[in-house]
């Protein structure tokens, strides 16, 4: 079990750029999610899902799209990259029946310049 | 609206026990749960309480009163590799399959020799 993948694990983006931040798993979680994590704040919630063709706003989604046509990706879609939106990216996942335990990717540290 | 509370930095010796309190506000309650994150890296799953009362497993505990909105995770005969991020996370209202989390900022612990 490869468990939380993200790619790219670096990025820099110029301003008004877009790109897609990658996120898959191999344990056939329904629950997968993005979070961001800036310094002197917690992770915060951007979008989730709770299966396949179900997607819905976090706490931050402005600026920021999803989609979920498998079990296994969730990818992240910048439209429009902001320097706001230098951040560290975790994507998360976890089982409905244990939902109590939520598994987190490596991370992507992304910067907009 | 959601609000935690928990110390932003620590410091305590190798061998000592130490205490990391976390205290919440949010609309709804279903789990309080505490991630460590190394620097660098991802968050992972360290515990989780839904009822009050203390559960324990190994070196480290967690301790949750849902009538006073406070939690404290105790760790005990702390190691150098136990220098980390705390993060305290609570779930609010239960939304359809939904496993979203709202964290504290973290409290960095120190372990010193």
């Known amino acids: 079990n490869a468990g939380v993948t993200q790619t790219p694990k670096f990025q820099v983006l110029k301003t008004g750029q877009s790109m897609t931040l990658q996120c898959a798993q191999d344990?056939?979680?329904?629950?997968m999610s993005w979070y961001r994590q800036d310094p002197g704040m917690g992770l915060r919630l951007i979008h989730y899902s709770v299966g396949a063709g179900i997607t819905d706003q976090g706490e931050v989604p402005n600026g920021y799209n999803v989609s979920r046509s498998t079990t296994e990706d969730f990818p992240l879609r910048l439209l429009s990259a902001a320097p706001s939106q230098t951040s560290v990216y975790f994507c998360?996942?976890?089982?409905?029946?244990?939902?109590?335990?939520?598994?987190f990717g490596p991370g992507t540290r992304l910067t907009v310049t | 609206g959601q609000n935690i509370d928990q110390p932003t930095e620590m410091t305590a010796t190798e061998g000592a026990i130490v205490q990391i309190n976390c205290t919440y506000q949010?609309?709804?309650?279903?789990?309080l749960f505490w991630y460590q994150q190394h620097a660098g890296e991802a968050p992972t799953f360290l515990s989780y309480?839904?009822?009050?009362g203390l559960e324990e497993k190994g070196r480290f505990s967690s301790f949750l009163s849902r009538s006073k909105g406070y939690s404290y995770l105790l760790l005990k005969e702390l190691q150098m590799k136990d220098s980390a991020s705390y993060l305290c996370a609570v779930r609010g209202e239960e939304q359809t399959g939904a496993n979203n989390l709202f964290f504290g900022t973290g409290t960095r612990l120190t372990v010193i020799p």
């Open positions: 949010t609309s709804g309650f279903n789990g």
């Open positions: 309480n839904v009822l009050d």
């Open positions: 998360a996942s976890s089982s409905l029946e244990q939902a109590y335990e939520q598994y």
């Open positions: 344990m056939n979680h329904e629950y």
